[in-house]
């Protein structure tokens, strides 16, 4: 922590009501590469939660009565901000995180674009006027913030999964609490002091750290001052969440688990499709939801595919992620490299080919080398559970019915890619695909000016674009009568 530049961006404390606050007991947050603890950070409760939740509650009116350009103005700020601090937040996330320090950077800025992007969009919440039934009468519709919104955000990115929803939520008028993962806190925190630095008003913006999930779950879910509540994580949570969130019927995001199929058909530019892959596949040591999870390769290319691929694998270099030139960091935890050892083993002991890697670097390591097996079939677990891990995982195909059946063949529907120079493949492929994102000749899909989620059981909602605003605004109608002379 001494490399920081600002010293001042370290916090350990709870943030609600502009105000940090201290527990009665710390976790340790430990950097994955090596185990040291970087910080103890604040136990806080489950009535720190409601705390929070009451600052965003009384912060609420003044803020959503502020002009629209107002809000965007101070997001603004607090992105430059962000930008500014990009190295520092970089190191704080890379040491927390375990991605190597340039996917830092880039997280960093993804997350300020989010910032800039909801700042524009804030300025842009139109309503409709209405052609009415009657000469006396005039519709009209408005729009306006929901009111009070939680979140709950993963470790896979500590920052840009709390911009995106804190961004639009911000925009819209609305006030937020968020509860960070509990490996990844310092981020979270660090954007807490830049938003204070920015001006944003004492409890429009709040982090509750903890180690009980469970217990601040509950008060983000069930309180009934939360009008809507956000989550990124896996499914099994998120429907766990949803349910607690049906009894004060709030308005519910959910970005869960991915399962993505990554085709390759006969006619792709193979070292376009290889490039893609790279980046979906190997992007934060293979732990985001939209990583490639399975490789679908049509026979005919399959063998000079498979080659290429074995090389760019071997280019990979693993490591520290504040060390130079590292492509691939430590996977998060050892229940992490225990998850990828298990769907790997078994995945091999079905008949799959390994083509390389396979085991972590040494017995107690974080750090999993860089995986291909071969001969995968889509009955095993590898290819219906998400890896979380940089394992690519290789199927063949025939047909592009079989294609499809096979990408579509899964509860999950968040992300998937294709590889086809042919037009009407192309169309037809992308139409039949049952996924929220689909890359197209593009592995990488993420951008705030589109809409981010999934169908099926990844969940639903967008976040990004400006379908991203609607989920944080109510729409009125407002009938306005007795206009006759
Ligand atoms: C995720 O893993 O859920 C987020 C990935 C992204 O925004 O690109």
Redesign the pocket.
């Known amino acids: 922590m001494t490399k920081l530049t600002d010293q001042s961006l370290l916090k350990k404390a709870s943030y609600w009501q502009g105000e940090w606050h201290d527990a009665d007991n710390c976790f340790d947050v430990t950097n994955p590469a090596n185990g040291d603890v970087i910080a103890k950070v604040a136990n806080s409760s489950a009535d720190d939660a409601e705390k929070a939740v009451a600052a965003a509650h009384r912060a609420f009116n003044a803020w959503a009565a502020r002009p629209a350009a107002e809000r965007a103005e101070l997001l603004l700020r607090w992105q430059q901000l962000l930008l500014e601090h990009q190295d520092d937040l970089a190191l704080l996330l890379t040491l927390e995180q375990g991605k190597p320090l340039a996917e830092a950077k880039g997280e960093i800025a993804?997350g300020a674009g989010y910032l800039q992007w909801f700042a524009e969009e804030a300025k842009r919440v139109y309503g409709d006027t209405i052609p009415a039934k009657t000469d006396d009468q005039r519709i009209i519709v408005i729009k306006q913030p929901v009111g009070v919104v939680a979140a709950v955000t993963?470790w896979?990115?500590p920052n840009?999964?709390i911009a995106?929803k804190a961004a639009a939520a911000l925009a819209a008028g609305c006030t937020f609490v968020v509860k960070p993962a509990q490996l990844t806190p310092l981020s979270a925190l660090a954007m807490a002091e830049l938003a204070d630095r920015a001006g944003i008003p004492a409890g429009v913006f709040n982090v509750i750290t903890s180690t009980d999930a469970k217990a601040i779950g509950e008060v983000l879910t069930e309180d009934k001052r939360v009008a809507k509540f956000s989550f990124?994580g896996s499914t099994k949570i998120g429907k766990q969440l949803a349910k607690q969130c049906a009894g004060t019927v709030k308005r519910v995001s959910l970005?869960l688990g991915?399962n993505a199929p990554f085709i390759v058909f006969d006619d792709a530019d193979l070292d376009a499709a290889i490039d893609g892959l790279m980046a979906s596949k190997f992007?934060?040591a293979g732990?985001?939801?939209?990583?490639t999870n399975r490789i679908l390769v049509q026979q005919k290319v399959l063998a000079a595919f498979t080659e290429k691929l074995l090389k760019a694998i071997g280019k990979l270099k693993l490591g520290d992620g504040t060390a130079d030139n590292v492509d691939i960091g430590p996977l998060i935890n050892h229940d992490a490299c225990d998850k990828v050892d298990k769907l790997l083993n078994e995945a091999l002991a079905l008949g799959a080919k390994l083509q390389c890697g396979g085991k972590r670097q040494a017995a107690d390591s974080l750090f999993y080398l860089p995986t291909l097996i071969t001969g995968v079939n889509n009955d095993m677990a590898v290819a219906q559970q998400e890896i979380f891990g940089p394992v690519a995982a290789i199927q063949s195909f025939d047909t592009d019915a079989e294609a499809i059946a096979l990408a579509n063949a899964t509860d999950s529907g968040?992300a998937a890619y294709f590889y086809s120079r042919d037009i009407g493949r192309v169309w037809r492929v992308a139409e039949a695909l049952q996924y929220g994102m689909v890359g197209i000749n593009e592995g990488?899909?993420?951008n705030p000016a589109a809409p981010?989620g999934g169908v099926k059981q990844s969940g639903y909602g967008r976040e990004g674009s400006k379908y991203g605003l609607a989920d944080y605004l109510d729409i009125k109608y407002l009938c306005l009568g007795g206009l006759a002379d």
């Open positions: 993804y993963p896979n990115f840009a999964m995106r990124t970005e991915g992007r934060n732990q985001t939801c939209v990583c968040l990488m899909v993420s981010f």
